[in-house]
Every structure is written in C-alpha cells, then in structure tokens.
C-alpha cells in the first residue's frame, strides 16, 4: 500500500506562483511512474505532468515552460512549481503513483484546490 499526500495548495493572484508537494508514506520512485493531475469543476480530470522513474518528464502544453515536475528521492517527495499562474489553472491537484509492471496498481493523493483569481 502506498499512501501519497498533497500539500502547498492555495488561493494566489494571476502571475504568481506555487509549489506543490505530494509525500509518499515508502520508497516508490524508483519503481512508480508519478503524475499531477487536475480537475477544475465540471471537467474531467486532465494530466498536468510526469515524471518517469528514470526522471524523463512531460507536460501538457497548457503549462509548459510554465509548470516544473522534479522530485526528491531522500524526502520521497515529488513536487510540481508553478509559475504565471493563470485563471484557468484553477482546479483541484491531485498526484498519481503507478506501478512500471502492474499498471493496475495505481494511487491518488485525497487533492490540494489551488485557485487563482484576482
């Protein structure tokens, strides 16, 4: 069992920024894929960005050369910093842990709001 929590979310202006944080309660990154996910009311929820076990990342191209995936294996933390912040970045983030060989073993964070609005 894997037990991921979110933090660092919160209300910010457009143009500023946020660091978001997603603790693992074990050792995962070295055998799980992660990801930040978003889901903004009344849509589905939507892949912001990962990160792969060897450190390769990817982004969705509303937020890149916005947003940075990165992760610290020693904290078991994997953190998503963003900048320019926009109005349409508002949603509730959500980390994702899955296994590189069992796809089906699969783990969400309980979600951070971030919202941003002027």
């Known amino acids: 069992q894997v037990q991921l929590v979110e933090s660092g979310g919160g209300l910010v202006q457009p143009g500023e920024s946020l660091r978001l944080a997603c603790a693992a309660s074990?050792?995962?990154?070295?055998?799980?894929?992660m990801g930040w996910y978003r889901q903004a009311p009344g849509k589905e929820r939507e892949l912001v960005a990962h990160?792969?076990?060897?450190?390769?990342?990817n982004y969705a191209d509303s937020v890149k050369g916005r947003f940075t995936i990165s992760r610290d294996n020693a904290k078991l933390t994997m953190y998503l910093q963003m900048n320019s912040l926009k109005p349409e970045d508002t949603a509730v983030y959500y980390c994702?842990?899955?296994?590189?060989?069992?796809?089906?073993?699969?783990?969400w964070g309980q979600g951070t709001q971030v919202t941003v609005s002027s």
């Open positions: 074990r050792t995962i990154f070295n055998i799980y894929t």
């Open positions: 990160i792969s076990t060897s450190g390769g990342t």
């Open positions: 994702k842990a899955t296994h590189i060989q069992f796809r089906s073993q699969i783990y």
